[in-house]
């Protein structure tokens, strides 16, 4: 196990580098002098020389992958050319939002869409599997900014029963709950379907197994076969997704945080983007790479206390 987590945690660093490197060659792969898109096309050349030297791109490339990595390991992120302020602070200041609304979208979507995907196994072909699989292949089908439209139109213009924009107050965990509760749903609409459906193929393939058949065999009540026996080994190709779910809801939060108008690593990395602010950019897409890559190692480890009987090789897979 320690081997195991060592070589992943190697190959998640990997995997950041190469970002990393990604980065710092996309401002030189768009055409133009960055500074002067950032500037403007009136800047002194004084000023033009004195930003090209605080973003280091008066270095050769390499150089400039290299500051960058090392100030990134260093919890350096560079600074943000409007505010001056750190780009790290910037990020950490809104971090919790996005983290929370993405954390909260997945446990919805596990709250509502394994449920339904059960339901939908254990009576195949009944009206509630042909009803359980049109609305989940109605919520797969639905983008993440029509559902957020959809309901911020309903019951926040419409029906005015809860609050259009903004995220609310932290320490006000009421008021907090009240902004979260649109963004959340219209986040976990989606992989609320997409749960649903794979939890009933996968609940459906492990109750054709030949262990299911001979605990039926035993005299088992069938919920016991479901619930102690099936539902346990069903779980672990959704448990397998989670982590590239919670990538992905991290992603989506970005256009759920613009249309509620949230604050979060989304509302900072799209106005960084209007105003050509390179630092905040290239230090959000390193936080949103390092959190979906850590989400993936952690449902990669929840494995094996699912099925005891998956065994985590010393190759790095599992």
């Known amino acids: 196990m320690g ?5 992943r945690l190697a190959g998640g660093g990997v995997s950041l580098l190469l970002v990393a490197i990604a980065l710092t060659l996309l401002i030189h792969l768009v055409p133009g002098d960055p500074v002067v898109r950032i500037l403007g096309p009136r800047a002194t050349p004084e000023l033009v020389a004195s930003v090209r030297d605080e973003m280091d791109l008066d270095e050769p490339i390499p150089v400039q992958m290299w500051l960058f990595v090392t100030g990134a390991l260093h919890g350096d992120l560079g600074k943000d050319f409007t505010t001056r302020e750190s780009v790290m602070s910037q990020i950490l200041d809104v971090l919790p939002n996005t983290i ?4 909260a979208g997945l446990l919805l979507a596990v709250l509502f869409g394994i449920p339904l995907g059960v339901l939908a196994a254990v009576h195949p072909g009944s009206w509630l599997d042909r009803v359980t699989g049109a609305v989940s ?11 957020g439209l959809l309901l911020l139109l309903l019951f926040a213009v419409r029906l005015d029963w809860l609050p259009a924009i903004g995220s609310g107050e932290l320490g006000d965990p009421v008021d907090y709950g009240r902004h979260l509760i649109l963004p959340v ?15 009933r193929a996968s609940l459906l393939e492990v109750l054709n197994e ?3 058949r001979t605990a039926r065999s035993w005299g088992l009540r069938e919920r016991s076969v479901v619930y102690r026996f099936a539902l346990k080994n069903a779980l672990v ?3 397998a997704v989670l ?21 979060g690593l989304g509302s900072l990395a799209q106005s960084a983007i209007e105003d050509r602010n390179y630092p905040v950019v290239r230090g959000t897409t390193i936080v949103i ?5 850590l989400a993936n190692l952690i449902a990669d480890l929840s494995y094996r206390f699912l099925d005891p009987r998956i065994e985590l090789d010393e190759t790095g897979g599992v």
């Open 289 to 293: 790479a390092f959190l979906f890559i």
């Open 100 to 103: 929370i609304l993405a954390v």
């Open 185 to 199: 749903v219209a986040l976990a609409v989606g992989w609320v379907g997409y749960l649903a459906r794979l939890m």
């Open 210 to 212: 030949n262990y299911i």
């Open 3 to 7: 081997r195991y987590l060592a070589r």
């Open 243 to 263: 982590g590239v779910g919670l990538g992905y809801l991290m992603g989506g939060a970005i256009f759920v945080e613009l249309i509620f108008t949230r604050t």
């Open 237 to 239: 190709p959704t448990v």
């Open 137 to 147: 292949l109605a919520f797969t089908s639905l983008p993440t900014y029509v559902v």
